[in-house]
């Protein structure tokens, strides 16, 4: 929204900062952090009093969560939402297209995570809307943004999957894109969903993830980068590092009540929303199989789940001593903050991993 001050830019020394998507992406970073540090207290009081009871916590999980983790509200995820939300519509232009496709993906994930989280609270049980009716409505919302950013996209690229490190290869999907597309944001959504079963766990991976889709999106933004890169270039992805960066400020906001032992869980709300997010940045810039590594810790606890339910199906016995795996690793008896440590350490290197597959060609 205030990109349109850059009209007063050569009346009003300064303003001409606004026409740089660096500033703006910094800018939309610390109005989230802020809006964080700044709600974060009063939206957790009012979670309290509202969830007398907290988060139902599952029976069948960890015998130490029902001891450490009751009572805890849920729906935290809404100051996430909200600090990027308010933070992206202030900073970001408003002409772009892709920031709207994701900015809708991610409130429409975090609708019906919120709807979810409600009803879970409302019960008094770990049942919240139903797995088919989630799986309804998020295809809907997947199929949407997937034919969107199909349509933008430049006709070299329409109905095309990039393949990372092959600069020349791009396997023609046509419209099947628009199915892989819906897959892909769905899977991330359902993936980060997973993840979120520690305190601080999904977040900081959900953070580092954003921060190199972000850059990524920048690179693929601007046609010098692409030249010098060899990448696809996406006219007007660059926008997203703004999207990107106020995700990371209003995560930051959120893990400082989030962190061991949190005051607030994200629930659904955040982390449907999030994942979301991370999948519809994919396909909007051409890197989905690169958000396969980036965000390869999802990756990881969606197979776990797989595995661990066909083996079960098929054997009547367990691969893992509880699945996702965080928990298979609580079982073993490492402490929580060490699993989040180290499990955040791994997301770095991944993102570290996918950044390199811009220049390896």
């Known amino acids: 929204m205030l990109f349109w001050l850059t009209e007063f830019a050569d009346v009003v020394p300064g303003f001409n900062l606004f026409r740089y998507i660096t500033f703006r992406a910094g800018a939309a970073f610390f109005t989230a952090l802020l809006f964080g540090f700044f709600f974060g207290k009063p939206l957790i009081n009012l979670l309290r009093k509202r969830q007398s009871n907290g988060q139902p916590i599952r029976e069948d999980g960890p015998e130490s969560h029902l001891l450490t983790k009751t009572g805890t509200p849920t729906m935290g995820g809404l100051l996430i939402l909200s600090a990027l939300t308010v933070a992206t519509l202030l900073w970001a232009r408003w002409d772009n297209a892709y920031v709207w496709i994701v900015l809708l993906v991610t409130v429409g994930f975090g609708l019906i995570g919120f709807a979810d989280d409600l009803a879970k609270v409302s019960k008094g049980n770990v049942k919240g809307v139903s797995a088919r009716m989630r799986l309804a409505l998020g295809t809907l919302i997947g199929l949407f943004a997937a034919g969107a950013a199909m349509y933008l996209h430049p006709p070299a690229l329409t109905g095309q999957l990039a393949v990372p490190v092959f600069k020349e290869v791009l396997i023609h999907l046509g419209w099947f894109f628009i199915p892989f597309g819906a897959f ?69 906001g959120f893990l400082w009540y989030n962190a061991p032992p949190a005051a607030v869980f994200m629930g659904d709300t955040g982390s449907l929303a999030l994942g979301g997010a991370l999948g519809a940045i994919a396909v909007v810039i051409k890197h989905e199989i690169v958000l396969g590594i980036v965000g390869g810790i999802f990756v990881v606890e969606t197979l776990s789940v797989i595995i661990q339910v066909l083996y079960f199906k098929r054997t009547g016995r367990r691969v893992f001593l509880m699945a996702p795996i965080h928990h298979h690793f609580e079982k073993k008896g490492w402490a929580e903050p060490q699993i989040v440590i180290r499990f955040w350490i791994i997301a770095l290197v991944l993102a570290l991993i996918g950044l390199a597959t811009l220049k390896i060609r």
Do not use: C, K, Q, W
């Not at 079963?197 to 991976?205: T, V």
């Not at 933004?221 to 999207?243: K, M, N, S």
């Open 184 to 252: 892909v944001i769905l899977g991330a959504a359902n993936s980060v969903n997973l993840t979120d079963g520690l305190d601080g766990l999904a977040i900081m991976p959900v953070m580092i993830a954003a921060s190199t889709l972000g850059v990524i999106a920048y690179a693929v933004g601007r046609v010098d980068f692409t030249t010098y890169l060899d990448v696809h270039y996406v006219p007007g992805a660059g926008e997203l590092l703004i999207f990107t960066a106020a995700l990371a400020g209003g995560g930051l």
